[in-house]
Structures are given as structure tokens and as C-alpha cells.
């Protein structure tokens, strides 16, 4: 079983829906936990990260850690087209970072 | 915000030939940077850990003759693809750990998509 368990989809939401995508962890040690946004042919982009448990807000995302249930949450408000990529989830022990396998969205107009 | 230039974004090159990629972290000290392979449609695999230094770690699988890595500065790493094939065409991210941040947070570069004919 992976460490980090992560819905491949892929997802289709039409424009200005909102978005969940989640990843489950099996590892209690974990610290900190990043989401990434890759478009097509480009690297991995840091969204946002988290140290503790709760939410953390930055626009449109939202970030959200349980640490009880090793569950960790990126919502998306108000999708737009250019939100279509893929996402991927990572967490961190001892400075080694684990990586979902990722989810692809697409957000229709 | 943290800076990684990959370059180059795009190589095509003949068969036998080597293929040099460099990491440079723009704006922070990285002493680790990883290097990944990703093949269309997939997850990121993980090839090598880099330490500023010291010899880089491979994981299972993969051929440290055939990638050969250099982190000589805090700053740049290099990855070298040696006697190139068809099927090492593939797309190759490498990202660095800030050490300012307690060396939890990867900063990606934008990739290098290699084809070799």
C-alpha cells in the first residue's frame, strides 16, 4: 500500500463549480503538507503548503489538513478553464517529501 | 517567491550523443535537489537525490553510469544523460529543497522534454 493515496479521476467540472481533491496519508510522522498544480508539459507549481492542522486560505484555494483521520483537502471556488491541470498532493518527514500520484481536472466553460 | 531555472526546455538530439541539463535554484541555497522522470499521462519518478558535495543517491532501476549527476554549488546541479537512446526520450524535472524552510518545501523546475531520434 502507498504511503499517499491519491484519486487519479480524471475530474470534469463545468466553470465555477467547486472543486475537492483529496489524499489520504498512512504515515503519522508527516509535517508539512504541499499541494502542486502541473500543466501539461510544464514542472510541478507550489499552490500552497501547510504545517497543522485546520485550513489555510490563499484566493480561490482553499488548503485543509485532518491530521486525526491523515487526510488532506484542496478546494478550489469559482473554477475556471485555466484551473485545468493536474494536481498533486505531497507531504513531508524529515525533510523527504512523498508524492500523491496526482488528479486531473478539467474545468469546462 | 523561490525560483528553479531548468534548462534547456527542449533537446532533440541523435542517438549516442550525451545530453547535459542544469538546475539552478534562482533565489535560496539548496544543498538536496531531486531529479524526476515523468512519462506522458504519469506520476513523477523519482531517479536521484543530489547533496551539494557528495555523491548523488539513486533509487532502484535506474543506471548511475547512464545519469550522471554533479552538485557542485548550493546553487546548481546537473544532470547528464550519456550515450543517449530512443528510450531515454522522456520528460525530466528536477526540483530543489530550500534550506531556509527546514528543507520541507521542493521548488520544481519547469521540466526538459528529451528526444532522442
Known amino acids: 500500500q502507498k504511503e499517499v493515496e491519491q484519486d487519479p479521476g480524471p475530474l470534469s467540472v463545468p466553470e465555477g463549480a467547486i472543486v475537492s481533491l483529496n489524499c489520504t496519508y498512512s504515515?503519522?510522522?508527516?509535517?508539512?503538507f504541499m499541494w502542486y498544480r502541473q500543466y501539461s508539459r510544464k514542472g510541478p507549481e507550489l499552490l500552497m503548503y501547510t504545517y497543522s492542522s485546520g485550513n489555510k486560505e490563499d484566493g480561490r484555494f482553499t488548503a485543509q489538513v485532518d491530521k486525526s483521520s491523515k487526510y488532506i483537502s484542496l478546494f478550489i471556488r469559482d473554477s475556471q478553464p485555466s484551473d485545468s491541470a493536474t494536481y498533486l498532493c505531497?507531504?513531508?518527514?524529515?525533510?523527504?517529501?512523498?508524492f500523491g500520484d496526482g488528479t486531473t481536472l478539467t474545468v469546462k466553460p | 517567491g523561490a525560483v528553479v531555472s531548468q534548462h534547456p526546455s527542449r533537446v532533440i538530439c541523435k542517438s549516442g550523443t550525451s545530453v547535459k541539463i542544469e538546475c539552478r535554484s534562482l533565489d535560496f541555497q539548496a544543498t538536496t535537489m531531486f531529479w524526476y522522470r515523468q512519462f506522458p499521462k504519469q506520476s513523477l519518478m523519482l531517479m536521484a537525490t543530489s547533496n551539494e558535495g557528495s555523491k548523488a543517491t539513486y533509487e532502484q532501476g535506474v543506471e548511475k553510469d547512464k545519469f550522471l549527476i554533479n552538485h557542485a554549488s548550493l546553487t546548481l546541479s546537473t544532470l547528464t544523460v550519456t550515450s543517449a537512446h530512443p528510450e531515454d526520450s522522456s520528460f525530466y524535472i528536477c526540483s530543489a529543497r530550500a534550506d531556509s524552510q527546514g528543507k520541507n518545501i521542493q521548488y520544481f523546475g519547469a521540466g526538459t522534454r528529451l528526444s532522442v531520434l
Open positions: 504515515n503519522s510522522a508527516f509535517q508539512y
Open positions: 505531497a507531504m513531508t518527514n524529515a525533510g523527504k517529501s512523498t
